[in-house]
């Protein structure tokens, strides 16, 4: 068996593949020098939006302002609710808490790690206003129920596909094509990711839109004429030339992705030890952002520690749910509250899977694992 080391993504091996058109492309921005707002940025906001489905994508400076324009677009603040799940990447909860609205979490469920539906409802009071799904790991959020419960009590849906550039439910429609609004990042491990931070706000509200794109630029869309009181938050051009080079690549990556998942699942499906992700039944496309296991036993360190020595890096997403955090202890969610994230979040371990990787490296991993569970056993 080769030494060689398994990273848990490639992003030099990426460039490597990427450099004969990206470098030219960031070379035309840096001879044009429209750094802001330049000509790349709309050309990927049209292409994106094209792509995803949606009418409008907006161009901003990270997927964590997307989500905190796109809960300004809609005039949430103080005194407002936003629902989320407890076991997402902590941006969710902070661009709630950065409108001044107040984060109500909910559980998610154990087999997929995805929001409760179900929990959703016995959350709702008088003030909330949105809700939050994040389609962690590149897997839509459960859709149906949400919807209807959003329609009955007025709520947005905001949709975090911050982890889910391309994924699809079962109908085709894309991640990113339901909510009032959608956020997503271009943070250079995402599945579509940047030489930086990026994001865009999906919508198909022309009013929403025409917001967001004051918000993101001073409240100016004519310059020095501040219509309302904005911020400094757009995709740079540079970043937007990269995007534009590696969108053509994306549905082939997730395809990669899906074909890695399933060569995974084909290797590690004779071990009871290890729960494997399970796709939800109305999932379409999963874009496997990761492919997360998890580990009941309650040794995932030595698991980890296993791989690692033999040259296969492993992570953990996410190791403490957003209500144990010390930032959000303030929240006041006792431990135990939410058993389902709790649980997820001490079992959780995500394999390497990254576009470039081969076969032979997926059967490598699994059977490492193979032979820590055989070791395990003895
Ligand atoms: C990456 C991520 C974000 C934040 O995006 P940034 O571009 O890093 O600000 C938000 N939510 C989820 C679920 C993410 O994975």
Redesign the pocket.
């Known amino acids: 068996m080769s030494n060689e080391t398994i990273p848990f993504l490639d992003l030099p091996g990426q460039y490597r593949d990427l450099a004969h058109e990206i470098d030219p492309a960031v070379k035309r921005v840096m001879e044009r020098c429209d750094f802001i707002l330049g000509e790349a940025v709309s050309e990927f906001e049209r292409t994106f939006a094209a792509y995803i489905g949606v009418p409008r994508c907006l161009g901003v400076g ?3 302002d997307a ?1 905190q324009l796109a809960l300004r677009a809609l005039e949430i603040g103080p005194g407002d609710e936003v629902i989320t799940v407890a076991n ?2 902590i ?2 909860v902070e661009a709630i808490s950065y409108v001044g609205a107040q984060p109500v979490l909910v559980d998610c469920r154990a087999e997929n790690c995805l929001i409760d539906d179900g929990a959703v409802a016995a959350a709702i009071t008088g003030r909330t206003r949105a809700i939050i799904p ?1 389609h ?1 790991y590149g897997q839509p959020a459960p859709r149906e129920r949400l919807q209807a419960l959003a329609a009955r009590r007025g709520l947005a849906i905001i949709e ?1 596909a ?2 889910a550039h391309g994924a699809t439910w079962s109908d085709g429609a894309r991640c990113g094509t339901w909510g009032r609004l959608s956020a997503f ?3 250079p491990g ?1 599945n579509l990711g940047a030489f930086g ?1 990026g ?1 865009v706000v999906g919508t198909a509200d022309p009013v929403l839109a025409e917001r967001i794109e004051l918000m993101r630029n001073w409240g100016a869309k004519i310059k020095y004429h501040h219509e309302i009181k904005g911020f400094n938050s757009r995709l740079d051009t540079v970043q937007a030339a990269v995007l534009n080079v590696k969108l053509q690549y994306l549905e082939r990556w997730n395809e990669r992705r899906r074909e890695l998942a399933a060569h995974y699942r084909r290797l590690l499906a004779g071990y009871d030890e290890i729960i494997l992700p399970e796709e939800s039944p109305w999932t379409g496309k999963h874009a496997y952002h990761l492919f997360v296991i998890r580990l009941p036993g309650g040794d995932r360190g030595a698991f980890m520690e296993f791989l690692g020595r033999r040259g296969i890096q492993t992570g953990i997403h996410y190791p403490v749910p957003v209500h144990r955090q010390k930032a959000y202890l303030d929240l006041g969610y006792e431990e135990g509250r939410f058993p389902q994230a709790e649980r997820v979040s001490a079992e959780v371990v995500s394999l390497p899977i990254f576009p470039e990787m081969r076969e032979d490296q997926v059967e490598r991993v699994s059977a490492t694992i193979g032979d820590y569970l055989a070791r395990r056993a003895d």
């Open positions: 990270s997927g964590t989500l997402t990447f941006a969710t994040v962690l975090d911050a982890q990042s271009f943070y995402k931070d994001g």
